[in-house]
């Protein structure tokens, strides 16, 4: 049985994958290139760590494509003082990508965002996934001004999408049509109708 090259999948994860997807921030590529993908999904799925695919993980929550992950990397100009909030797994592939950035990273799941309190205001906000609303209590975390990267499910379709929290409000605009899962703490909630 040959053995796999992981060193060679990330470099031909960066070439034929995110270049050519318009990736070109150099600290994303730099980042993406040397983190072992495979560490962070189930040892099933090492082989595969680098298709450009989503892989279901064990704990329920889903290992996003590269190309996905790096697109909204690199629309979240990420600065290396940023106080930078990750709504996602706390030791997944993304926070490893953003340790490699940030010096102050707090990282919570999208049914915990309250645990991300104490170090708020944050000056950018990623949430890796895909939501249908989001929750006053994550916009009452970012700093007047912050970016926030997310992907947004718009009917059928998940996106890619960036903007700014200003008083209170954020405002979104898609960028991408993106594989992106779907974050069930960020469902739109059922309303009442008579």
């Known amino acids: 049985m040959e053995a796999v090259n992981?060193?060679?999948?990330?470099?031909?994860?960066?070439?034929s994958q995110l270049r050519t997807s318009g990736v070109t921030d150099a600290w994303v590529l730099a980042a993406m290139g040397s983190i072992p993908r495979e560490d962070f999904v189930p040892l099933m799925h090492r082989s595969t760590a680098y298709m450009d695919r989503s892989i279901a993980l064990?704990?329920?929550s889903v290992l996003n494509p590269a190309v996905s992950s790096a697109l909204l990397l690199q629309a979240a100009d990420v600065r290396a003082d940023d106080p930078v909030l990750l709504v996602?797994?706390?030791d997944g592939y993304v926070a490893a990508i953003l340790r490699a950035r940030v010096s102050a990273l707090t990282t919570v799941t999208a049914d915990n965002v309250a645990a991300a309190q104490s170090a708020a205001p944050y000056a950018?906000?990623?949430?890796?996934?895909?939501?249908?609303?989001?929750?006053?209590?994550?916009?009452?975390?970012?700093?007047?001004?912050?970016?926030?990267?997310?992907?947004?499910i718009e009917g059928a379709v998940t996106r890619l999408a960036k903007g700014f929290v200003h008083k209170g409000k954020i405002a979104l605009k898609s960028f991408e049509d993106s594989e992106i899962a779907p974050l069930s703490a960020f469902a739109r909630k059922p309303e009442f109708v008579f």
């Open 88 to 90: 996602g797994k706390p």
């Open 124 to 152: 950018l906000i990623i949430i890796d996934g895909a939501a249908e609303e989001l929750p006053n209590a994550l916009v009452n975390l970012a700093a007047d001004g912050a970016r926030l990267v997310t992907g947004v």
């Open 58 to 60: 064990e704990d329920g």
């Open 6 to 15: 992981f060193q060679e999948m990330r470099r031909s994860m960066v070439d």
